[in-house]
């Protein structure tokens, strides 16, 4: 069975500091793999997606993560965070089903970012 | 490109009542939409996947009898809470994909449910 893991449940980080979120999956095979970002009280938003080809995958806003097969994970990245990033940060694994890709999150990062 | 548009985005309603949110794509044929329930700072919880002119796959422990989804057409998916209680009110988000393996879900802002 596919999971994800997001060990950091909250971080915190000064405006104009860089940040990295970690994610770690477990799947049977190549993963497709994507962060999203909520907004309290919103859907979510499509960061970033890696389905294959280069290990760094740059996204919206500033946004990059990197695949590492060999260590299971798919951190995502930003060099220098704005104040409006602050929200909630899901990685999620996903794999074709019988219906398109069915995606396992993981339980979420919340981001305080520190004017 | 890639929007879904879920309707309403607040509803309050009396128990008892049953309750139907919308989810369209707007500018792509969603060939399968997904249903998910988000409690209060949690992850979301897949409740079922519905491919378009099929009945949906409710996941594990979901009552299909009392979350029913109907995908009658490549850009709308609904879900209709049957008879909600208390219990049911929590935020509901929709998601759609076009179906190919390699394709992003792409989600709308979600419906917040209340349930008095």
């Known amino acids: 069975a596919q999971s994800v893991t997001q060990p950091d449940i909250h971080i915190t980080v000064s405006e104009g500091a860089s940040l990295e979120l970690r994610c770690n999956y477990s799947?049977?095979?190549?993963?497709?793999l994507f962060w999203y970002v909520q907004s309290p009280g919103q859907g979510l938003q499509l960061l970033l997606k890696?389905?294959?080809?280069?290990?760094l995958v740059q996204g919206i806003k500033g946004f990059e993560a990197e695949f590492k097969r060999s260590q299971s994970s798919f951190n995502l990245r930003k060099p220098s965070v704005h104040w409006s990033d602050a929200a909630e940060y899901f990685c999620?694994?996903?794999?074709?089903?019988?219906?398109?890709?069915?995606?396992?999150f993981g339980t979420g990062t919340q981001l305080k970012v520190e004017l | 490109g890639a929007v879904v548009s879920q309707h309403p985005s607040w509803v309050i309603c009396k128990s008892g009542t049953s309750v139907k949110i919308e989810c369209r794509s707007l500018?792509?044929?969603?060939?399968?939409m997904f249903w998910y329930r988000q409690f209060p700072k949690q992850s979301l919880m897949l409740m079922a996947t519905?491919?378009?002119?099929?009945?949906?796959?409710?996941e594990q422990g979901v009552e299909k009898d009392k979350f029913l989804i109907n995908h009658a057409s490549l850009t709308l998916s609904t879900l209709t809470v049957t008879s909600a209680h208390p219990e049911d009110s929590s935020f509901y988000i929709c998601?759609?994909?076009?179906?190919?393996?390699?394709?992003?879900?792409?989600f709308g802002d979600g419906t917040r449910l209340s349930i008095l």
């Open positions: 799947y049977g095979a190549t993963p497709y």
């Open positions: 500018d792509f044929q969603a060939t399968t």
């Open positions: 999620a694994v996903g794999g074709v089903t019988g219906g398109g890709n069915k995606l396992t």
């Open positions: 890696y389905f294959s080809g280069d290990t």
């Open positions: 519905s491919n378009e002119g099929s009945k949906a796959t409710y």
């Open positions: 998601s759609a994909s076009s179906g190919l393996g390699n394709q992003p879900q792409h």
